[in-house]
């Protein structure tokens, strides 16, 4: 099958497009015809290489995938050939303590499809049976993998840990990005005042349009100073974070007195330094967040098929066209997600 793969860590040039052999699959598991994979970060970190995970060579990056079943195992029952499908990103063992209380995310063997399992910038990808998902009514294969990941994450980050209430003012960071995007769009379902912070004029016109009551270009303005006053000086509720050290102190002073900070990434940098005198005397907290459940993407895929979410594309390429396509979102071009196509 056709594939891009990395023989080694590093920059654009070490994605290589070439055959790979057909995935081979277990009795418990399925295989799946890629329509279409998301882009993410999380694809250039694992490229370049990531602190403590070792991954076998060569391997395949790509965990948003959407396609149609081509096998399936002996002991799968609810999945069938040609079913239109995407998949759940993580990967869980669903026997350990966590998974059986629901945290299937927070699993002690957790991987997500790309990192260290191979994943979808091929023709061909495998998945546990309970990874696969018919696919929503009014998405295509490309929406579809413009969902799994970024929506789960941003669903998990201000529903489940944030707690977003109706009212709250939140500030979006990186408002253009893929996972951007989706947080507009679940504080906007949630009732909230978004506020979106973009590096272009374009883009912040573009997250006015998908929702956002007030946007803030940061390489113009000092997004903590705007915050301050579209609140009259009170602060945001909820900030959305995953940039890391260029955003953090800026970030934790846009805040509220007891205003919650959630956070899911360090696309900047894993290191930042924390003032704790005004940590305790403000009560602010701080959530890390992690992907999210398979009950939440089931949960939150309820909302695409009613028509209140929607995926948002900015460009598609074609498998071979990896390398354009990682650069791409590295310049931070795009508004949305980057879809590759088998």
């Known amino acids: 099958m056709k594939s891009v793969v990395i023989n080694e860590h590093g920059g654009v040039d070490k994605l290589i497009f070439q055959d790979m052999p057909e995935p081979s699959i277990s009795q418990d598991e399925v295989l799946v015809k890629v329509k ?16 403590g995970i070792k991954i076998p060579f060569p391997h395949i990056l790509g965990c948003e995938v959407s396609g149609e079943v081509d096998k399936v195992g002996e002991g799968v029952k609810d999945v069938h050939i040609g079913d239109k499908v ?27 499809m790309g990192l260290r399992s191979n994943g979808g910038y091929a023709e061909f990808a495998k998945a546990p049976c309970v990874n696969i998902i018919p696919l929503p009514k009014g998405l295509d294969f490309d929406g579809a993998a413009a969902v799994p990941l970024v929506f789960l994450t941003a669903w998990h980050m201000l529903i489940t840990k944030a707690c977003l209430l109706p009212g709250e003012d939140v500030l979006i960071l990186g408002a253009g990005s893929g996972i951007g995007t989706a947080a507009i769009q679940i504080a906007k379902l949630c009732g909230a005042r978004v506020i979106a912070a973009a590096g272009t004029d374009e883009k912040c016109e573009k997250a006015k349009r998908l929702g956002a009551d007030e946007v803030i270009n940061y390489k113009v303005l000092d997004f903590e100073r705007e915050v301050k006053k ?14 890391g050290p260029d955003t953090w102190d800026k970030s934790i002073r846009s805040l509220s007195k007891r205003g919650r900070l959630v956070i899911c990434g360090a696309t900047s940098g894993p290191k930042v330094e924390i003032d704790l005198r005004y940590f305790f005397t403000r009560q602010l907290s701080i959530f890390g967040s992690y992907m999210g459940t398979k009950a939440e993407l089931i949960d939150l895929l309820k909302s695409f098929e009613q028509k209140r979410l929607k995926p948002v594309i900015d460009r598609k390429f074609p498998l071979k066209e990896a390398k354009d396509a990682h650069q791409f979102m590295m310049d931070r071009k795009q508004f949305g997600k980057l879809v590759l196509n088998p």
Not at 36 to 51: K, Q, Y
Not at 91 to 98: F, H, N, V
Request: with cysteine; aromatic share 8%; net charge negative.
């Open 230 to 243: 579209l609140t009259q000086s009170k602060g945001v509720e909820v900030v959305f974070e995953h940039i």
């Open 86 to 112: 995407l998949i759940a990103p993580g990967i869980s063992c669903g026997k350990c303590y966590q998974c059986l209380s629901g945290n299937d995310n927070m699993c002690v063997s957790y991987d997500i």
């Open 36 to 51: 279409a994979c998301g882009i993410n970060h999380l694809d250039i970190w694992v490229r370049e290489g990531l602190p």
